[in-house]
């Protein structure tokens, strides 16, 4: 007998994705609790021998933006869909997902059959995600489709919930990543006149405004007002209709930022991330994915400076990566994930040492029909070439 949690509940919204956790798994083993009192300095070597013990039967994944103290135990580190299919690739019997909900989600859709997805910690969330509810988006296709026939192909970033993935697979569209986000928009041009863009308003914009797109062909869609806030006719004049929806993180970016480093260090480039918003973007020197910002950095001359736009575990990896260029945050202020931020080692040791005693606890496990529509929308994105 197995119980259903709804991940929904413990992230505040609804999922399509249950957590099963077997009626056996009860009890002390599996109590999160009690690792809480485990110290500190015994940690490192409780994970590393349980996950000798587990060996090839585990395989764990660390999101670039993870905190170091857990992403040091990473067999991959890397972007979601990416990590996604390094795991899928393996031989491991369990994925344990080090990010957040909605990575741990596409880790299912694209899982073999013998594996099992683990999110350490239920509540580590994305804001962004969660600002395209299904419901708002079935909503939104209702109401697109009664001012007659738009042809609006959605796409949807990859930060986003399987339910939104499998929308966009069942009414024709495809997901984008922030590196293909412009071919997959020539894509969908290519079969429809409209493109309804998920969730992140900032991504979407730039990248048309970079495919040559007037920003007065943009409307804004308010998930919490009629028509998305938009009249009839601003719709029908639109060719790409944006989410209202962001990054906690990259929202915080701001111009007076640039403005700032540009001043108190002459020279010094600033790179940011697409997630950004639209004037950020456009007064950067180099706007990129989070995998283009590594390459840059990595490419860079010795002795250059650099200003980051992206989470700041990131930026202090690429900081201690690269001791001979300057990397520093373009906000002075800490730009963290703060929902990936609540995995810690206490979390990791507490998964791993549960399935060395055969328990698996934190399942992720998305639905047959969600999985296979946000298949269909993944697969279309990777048969581009």
């Not at 992720?364 to 269909?376: F, H, P, Y």
């Amino acid at each position: 007998m197995s119980t259903l949690i709804d991940i929904g509940k413990l992230v505040g919204k609804p999922q399509p994705a249950t957590v099963l956790v077997p009626e056996k798994e009860k009890g002390v083993g599996c109590d999160f609790d009690s690792y809480l009192l485990v110290p500190d300095s015994s940690l490192d070597a409780r994970i590393t021998a349980a996950k000798a013990r587990l060996g090839s039967d585990v395989v764990i994944l660390g999101h670039h933006y993870q905190r170091d103290e857990v992403v040091k135990f990473a067999d991959f580190r890397g972007d979601s869909l990416q990590l996604s299919q390094q795991a899928a690739n393996s031989s491991a019997k369990y994925i344990v997902f080090c990010g957040v909900h909605f990575m741990a989600e596409s880790a299912d859709v694209v899982r073999q059959p013998h594996q099992q997805v683990i999110l350490p910690d239920l509540s580590a969330g994305c804001s962004m995600a969660d600002m395209a509810d299904i419901g708002q988006v079935e909503t939104c296709w209702a109401e697109l489709a009664s001012l007659g026939d738009l042809r609006v192909v959605p796409v949807t970033y990859m930060n986003s919930t399987a339910a939104i993935k499998a929308f966009t697979g069942e009414h024709g569209g495809a997901v984008v990543t922030s590196s293909n986000a412009a071919k997959v928009m020539e894509w969908s041009f290519q079969r429809g006149e409209r493109v309804l863009f998920l969730p992140d308003e900032h991504l979407g914009r730039n990248t048309a405004f970079q495919m040559g797109i007037p920003l007065d062909r943009m409307v804004v869609w308010d998930p919490h007002l009629e028509m998305g806030g938009n009249t009839p006719e601003a719709l029908r004049n639109a060719r790409v209709i944006l989410w209202k929806g962001y990054c906690s993180v990259h929202q915080r970016f701001l111009p007076e930022h640039i403005e700032k480093v540009r001043k108190e260090n002459p020279g010094m480039k600033v790179i940011v991330h697409p997630e950004c918003r639209f004037e950020v973007v456009q007064a950067a020197d180099v706007v990129g994915s989070t995998d283009r910002i590594l390459r840059t950095i990595s490419a860079a001359e010795p002795g250059s400076a650099w200003a980051v736009g992206t989470e700041i575990h990131l930026v202090n990896r690429l900081a201690k990566m690269f001791p001979d260029r300057t990397v520093i945050s373009l906000d002075p202020h800490v730009c963290v994930c703060t929902t990936m931020f609540r995995i810690t080692p206490h979390h990791l040791l507490w998964v791993l040492e549960n399935l060395g005693e055969g328990r698996v606890v934190n399942r992720i496990a998305v639905d047959d029909k969600t999985r296979g529509w946000a298949k269909v929308a993944l697969d279309r994105m990777l048969s581009l070439k």
